[in-house]
């Protein structure tokens, strides 16, 4: 069964066929919030809103582990984050998809294993490849199938959060090989690998990122709304198609 994980901009998933909702719990604690499943096409899905229902849970507060967790424990056999990012290079642009396909990570303080030495062994988990690709080669396969243009390919820079970033520090994951910056896809990524759950991600431009394009002068949201609305239908074509 196919998990998507919501991000800031897909609280829920219209497209999805609801059949019932759980709410479930974990060794780590409680996921965001309850897990709705249902039909998405031919297939059975589950959806989580990682920020919650009512978007109320910063992004250095959700519980990864819960909801990895409460995913895998649901019958999950992949997971599809969906997340919106700010775009650090000139070619892109708000509402433009980047199917990432390598990280850098910021995050700091977050609880990021499940190997935390209490009871459990040591276990240095390979994260060269840190998403799936097979589930990659899908989500563009899936693209090309339902006319979705989508960049493949990305670096993914997690950033702590929830303040945005300085010019600086964008010019500085810029020279690292940053292509979007974004504030959960770590530890998400990880925790994933570490269950064993093939991952990868959809990443929304929801902006260009501090200093560069129009945010030169400051990040202003006033079209985001609208930007996220319509890209969020791309997103879920995709998801069906997937
Ligand atoms: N920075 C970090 N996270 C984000 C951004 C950004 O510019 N836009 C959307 N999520």
Redo the contacts with the bound molecule.
């Keep these: 069964m196919l998990a998507i994980i919501g991000g800031s901009g897909l609280t829920q998933l219209s497209n999805l066929d609801v059949s019932h909702r759980e709410v479930a719990r974990t060794p780590y604690g409680r996921p965001s919030g309850a897990l709705t499943f249902g039909r998405l096409g031919k297939r059975k899905a589950v959806f989580l809103a990682r920020h919650g229902h009512n978007h109320d849970i910063p992004p250095h507060r959700v519980n990864y582990r819960a909801n990895l967790w409460a995913l895998k424990e649901a019958g999950a056999s992949a997971i599809v984050s969906v997340a ?3 775009a650090i290079p000139a070619h892109l642009n708000p509402g433009d998809i980047v199917i990432p396909h390598q990280i850098l990570d910021y995050t700091w303080g977050r609880p990021s294993t499940y190997f935390d030495g209490d009871d459990t062994p040591v276990v240095h988990v390979d994260f060269t490849e840190p998403y799936d690709a097979t589930l990659r080669v899908d989500l563009i396969r899936a693209a090309a199938a339902a006319n979705i243009s989508l960049q493949d390919g990305g670096v993914y820079a997690a ?1 702590q ?1 929830p303040r ?2 300085t010019a600086a520090e964008i010019d500085r994951y810029a020279r690292d090989g940053a292509t979007v ?3 959960t896809g770590m530890p998400e990524a990880v925790l994933a690998r570490e269950l064993k759950l093939p991952y990868a991600a959809i990443n929304l431009v ?2 260009h ?2 200093g560069r394009g129009a945010s030169r002068n400051g ?1 202003h949201f006033e079209r985001l709304e609208e930007v996220l609305q319509e890209a969020m239908g791309r997103v879920r074509a995709l998801l069906n198609q997937l």
């Design positions: 919106s990012v700010g950033t959060g945005l970033e910056v974004g504030m929801a902006n990122a501090a990040i």
